[in-house]
């Protein structure tokens, strides 16, 4: 059972770049899938996610920290195994290590993954991370 992020890369401010986080042996239909950043010396944050129903949660930062309502875009190919997330009008404030994660199933559990970030409990697999840079 395993996640690979994808995709990251450096963009300059107001560009776009789109993440893929390709799962190996388990459907991503079948869980939530969602995103996380973390940024130097900050906690590992949870950003967008979606559940079994296809239902997409964005939501700012646990901490209010930042948004991406209107900016990123989670999505789920058809292909079974493959999550995205199409992130517009970066700024230097995106630069982070982007994790994917699977987790639970129905959106009550995706929610409470998004808000525990790193220290979810139960069942969960993550991605090494993939790293973005935007400069300004």
């Known amino acids: 059972v395993q996640l690979v992020e994808s995709g990251g890369g450096s963009v300059q401010a107001g560009g776009s770049l789109t993440l893929s986080c390709t799962a190996s042996?388990?459907?991503?239909?079948?869980?939530?899938m969602g995103w996380f950043r973390q940024g130097p010396g900050k906690e590992r944050e949870g950003f967008a996610f979606?559940?079994?129903?296809?239902?997409?949660?964005?939501?700012?930062?646990?901490k209010g920290r930042f948004t991406v309502k209107g900016r990123f875009t989670i999505s789920r190919d058809n292909a079974p195994n493959i999550v995205h997330l199409d992130m517009n009008n970066l700024t230097s404030e995106d630069s982070a290590m982007y994790y994917c994660?699977?987790?639970?199933?129905?959106?009550?559990?995706?929610?409470?993954?998004?808000?525990?970030?790193?220290?979810?409990?139960?069942?969960?697999?993550w991605g090494q991370g993939t790293q973005v840079t935007v400069s300004s």
């Open positions: 994660a699977a987790w639970g199933a129905y959106w009550y559990d995706c929610i409470r993954g998004l808000k525990e970030g790193a220290t979810m409990k139960g069942a969960n697999v």
């Open positions: 979606l559940d079994l129903d296809n239902g997409t949660g964005y939501g700012d930062s646990v």
């Open positions: 042996e388990f459907d991503v239909h079948n869980y939530c």
